[in-house]
């Protein structure tokens, strides 16, 4: 399952319940991310266990977009899903802010290489 | 744009006027960014990749880029009215970024408008942002995550001003600095 533009790919592995985020997210608001967050809905119900989001190659995410991953965030909360969100430390976003998600559900695992 | 009346200042005090080495400046409407949403994106890696002479590598030019683009979208949202400019000034001043959106606020948010500003200014940041994530469930339109993040994340400086001009109302200026002095010894 893969969403595919010139700026941004988001794509699901079923196999290693993994998402992946690449290029440039920087959409205009909450319905113009409601495809990529119904995708890590879908991705997330496929297997037990934990979810795993790639933003590795994920190189701008705006605060529209993070609030977005927010909200799936407190969706995975819910339902008692962990999720390993693994970033890169030379994107400066990444390093910044991807500890944030850490703040709203204790089963986020924040792996930065 | 020439203000009349009282100014209101919220933040940190930014000093947006003294021992400029340069700066440019880029007028727009937000019609333009309702016509093409991407033009806030090549506006804000044009001013990354232009500053890269002075701030080079790639951890400067994402830091410059995402707090150029927090501020355009900020402004543009918040317009009052699509057909009235957004204002985007930029200065370099020794290792000194200063970022202004300037834009014109409609009267029934200012009043929010302010408090938000305040609240960012007043409060503990991190449980600021739990706080409005925890209300963008109910309100998707909650605003403010992306300056609690420039303020937060990025250590910048936030000021902002609120003033009044004859021809378009209630304006607000806001106003980030970046100090890569702060930044590197951060690291």
Redesign the interface.
């Known amino acids: 399952m893969t969403i595919q533009t010139d700026a941004y790919t988001v794509a699901a592995n079923k196999e290693d319940s993994t998402v992946t985020l690449a290029g440039t997210l920087r959409l205009q608001g909450r319905e113009q991310y409601q495809p990529i967050f119904d995708l890590l809905l879908e991705a997330a119900s496929w297997r037990e266990g934990k979810l795993t989001m790639n933003m590795r190659d994920l190189i701008f995410l705006n605060s529209s977009g993070i609030s977005a991953i927010s909200l799936f965030i407190i969706e995975m909360r819910k339902i008692g899903k962990p999720v390993a969100i693994v970033g890169s430390n030379e994107v400066t976003w990444q390093s910044k802010s991807l500890k944030n998600f850490q703040r709203l559900y204790e089963q986020v695992e924040i792996t930065i290489l | 744009m020439q203000a009349s009346g009282k100014i209101l200042h919220i933040g940190d005090n930014i000093d947006f006027h003294n021992d400029i080495d340069n700066l440019f400046s880029v007028t727009f409407l937000p019609l333009d960014f309702f016509d093409s949403?991407?033009r806030?994106?090549l506006l804000s890696n044009f001013v990354a990749d232009y500053y890269g002479h002075n701030f080079p590598g790639?951890?400067?030019r994402?830091?410059i880029?995402?707090v150029v683009?927090?501020l355009i979208?900020n402004a543009v949202?918040f317009s009052r009215n699509n057909s009235m400019p957004v204002i985007i000034t930029i200065k370099k001043r020794k290792e000194e970024m200063l970022i202004q959106a300037d834009n014109c606020l409609p009267k029934h948010r200012q009043d929010a408008f302010v408090a938000v500003c305040r609240e960012i200014s007043e409060k503990d940041l991190?449980e600021l942002?739990?706080k409005r994530?925890?209300e963008?469930?109910k309100d998707?339109n909650s605003s403010g995550?992306?300056l609690i993040?420039i303020k937060k994340?990025?250590c910048a400086g936030l000021s902002f001003s609120f003033y009044t001009d004859d021809r378009h109302g209630t304006h607000v200026a806001v106003t980030a600095k970046l100090d890569f002095d702060d930044l590197r010894k951060q690291q």
């Open positions: 949403w991407e806030g994106s790639p951890e400067a994402n830091l880029s995402t683009n927090e979208e949202k991190d942002y739990v994530m925890h963008n469930l998707p995550i992306g993040l994340d990025y």
